[in-house]
């Protein structure tokens, strides 16, 4: 079993940035592949960032490509999500999830492609 945990979200204007962090625990953290996903309210939840275990392949949604970097620091179990030049419609709570393999795939845009969830952490853009 993984636990994976959130923090990072808050308040900031339009513009501005954030730095959202997830921590997993267990000793396959350096084997799975770790993404971001968010919900915005009444809509579904959307894949935003992936990367890959040893951090070679990494994916972004096209809203967030050139403002949102993914990484990770397998040594800390932690994966990271700076977001820049937030805009309103970025306003969601943010969910970071793990794999169980290492790899990414065709699929992950799918919540059902991963296996292990966080709570979320609320990010909130105002204008």
């Known amino acids: 079993q993984v636990q994976v945990v959130e923090s990072g979200g808050g308040l900031v204007q339009a513009g501005g940035s954030l730095r959202l962090s997830c921590t997993a625990s267990?000793?396959?953290?350096?084997?799975?592949?770790m993404s971001w996903f968010r919900q915005a309210p009444g809509k579904e939840r959307e894949f935003g960032a992936g990367?890959?275990?040893?951090?070679?392949?990494?994916k972004y949604r096209d809203s967030v490509k050139g403002r949102f970097t993914i990484s990770r620091v397998n040594a800390k179990f932690t994966v990271y999500l700076q977001m820049n030049d937030l805009m309103t419609e970025d306003t969601a709570v943010y969910y970071c999830?793990?794999?169980?393999?290492?790899?990414?795939?065709?699929?992950?845009?799918?919540?059902?492609?991963?296996?292990?969830w966080g709570q979320g952490t609320q990010v909130t853009v105002s204008s």
């Open positions: 267990g000793r396959t953290f350096h084997n799975s592949a």
């Open positions: 990367i890959s275990a040893g951090a070679s392949i990494i």
């Open positions: 999830a793990a794999r169980r393999k290492g790899e990414l795939l065709i699929s992950d845009y799918s919540t059902s492609s991963w296996d292990f």
